[in-house]
């Protein structure tokens, strides 16, 4: 295992990490170390835009426009 030495990080950020880390139940070494786990290893999660941007244009709206059966209506009646 490699050891990591972050220098000159805000207060700010200190303080937010530690109060996130307390949160938590853990150091603010372990926080730290579970931030660039999730951050660097786990895959990103797409956006519900950039999903949507992903689906095929497979035709025309015109393609899926629902149709009325009267037919059904008249079997049950």
């Known amino acids: 295992m490699a050891n990591l ?6 207060d700010a950020i200190v303080n937010a990490l530690k ?3 307390s949160r938590h139940g853990v150091s603010a070494e372990a926080e ?3 931030i660039l ?5 786990q895959p990103a999660q797409k ?3 950039e999903v949507l941007a992903l689906i ?3 035709g025309n709206d015109s393609d899926f426009e629902r149709v009325q059966d009267d037919t059904a209506h008249d079997v049950f009646t």
């Not at 030495?5 to 805000?10: A, F, S």
């Not at 786990?37 to 290893?41: A, G, H, I």
């Open 5 to 10: 030495i972050v220098r000159n990080i805000d």
């Open 19 to 21: 109060q996130r880390a």
């Open 32 to 34: 730290h170390r579970k």
């Open 37 to 41: 786990e999730q951050v660097l290893l």
């Open 47 to 49: 956006s519900f835009a």
């Open 56 to 58: 095929p244009n497979v």
